[in-house]
């Protein structure tokens, strides 16, 4: 995961994305738990720019596994994405705590644009930027 964003799609890759979100929201109904089948949804969701319920389901999953980086990785995305800055710097602390470390990708992913615009992210930076050790 981690490389969630909106794509443009055709109009048969919509339908076809609307089925497999219909189907996984049916798995996931019946099986809360069910944790690929979520992150899954939560990522199909995204694509189809169905932001509010991609945080929803990034909520779940960051309940069901806490000590998982990408979790919180996906859910400060999904909190960029609905534009909750705090949210998303509070998550995107947790997940390095937990251990993420993709430092460039976030530099860069879509999904935390606005977020990276955001006041919060410098002191997210300076974070990052003070936990680096030069390799030699």
Known sequence: MGQRRKVELTGEELRELDVEISFLAGLTRRDPGYVEALQLLGDNYTR???????LEVDEQLARLRPADPMAHYNLACSYALTLQPEAAFAALNLAIDRGFRD??????DPDLAAFRKHRLYRQLRSRIRAMQVEVR
């Open 48 to 54: 189809r720019g169905r932001y509010r319920e991609g």
């Open 103 to 108: 430092f460039r990708w976030l530099s860069r």
